[in-house]
């Protein structure tokens, strides 16, 4: 029996609250994989924030394509890969950097979070990345 996800499932499971793992290619180097908060919709793109002149950010500038892993953390074991083309552009306050600290942290606790790290509405010095996914490897072991 196949333990490859159907593509609602893995579609359901890459928009639920998981922390991804994303990889960049690193000239010279192995790729860079960095744990990530992400956000996703059925048929969509995923999308992520992070820091435009960290590691991740200056890497993502040069690169034209990325992955994202996520997973369960329990048995039955699942996880999906995605992989495809890179579009950067600038987020948006409420629209991308508050709603992900929402998605995992609520409410109250996302916008202590923003508040602590200085994430206010000020967007200078973000990257929006958006990951078309074009390729998808994925498993359920429960299915096995």
């Excluded at 048929?43 to 820091?51: A, F, I, R």
Aim: net charge neutral; hydrophobic share 35%; charged share 25%.
């Amino acid at each position: 029996m196949s333990t490859a996800m159907t593509r609602s499932e893995r579609e359901a499971f890459l928009a639920d609250v998981h922390v991804g793992v994303l990889c960049v290619d690193e000239p010279g180097r192995g790729p860079l994989a960095a744990p990530v908060w992400y956000w996703y919709e059925p048929g969509g793109d995923v999308h992520v924030v992070t820091g435009a002149g960290s590691r991740k950010g200056l890497l993502l500038r040069q690169a034209t394509r990325a992955s994202l892993v996520v997973q369960t953390e329990a048995p039955p074991y699942k996880y999906v890969t995605v992989e495809g083309p890179l579009a950067l552009g600038t987020p948006e306050y409420e629209r991308d950097i508050r709603k992900v600290a929402h998605r995992y942290l609520g409410p109250v606790m996302g916008d202590r979070y923003l508040k602590s790290t200085g994430g206010g509405e000020n967007v200078a010095g973000q990257l929006l990345v958006r990951i078309t996914p074009e390729r998808w490897l994925t498993v359920d072991y429960g299915k096995a």
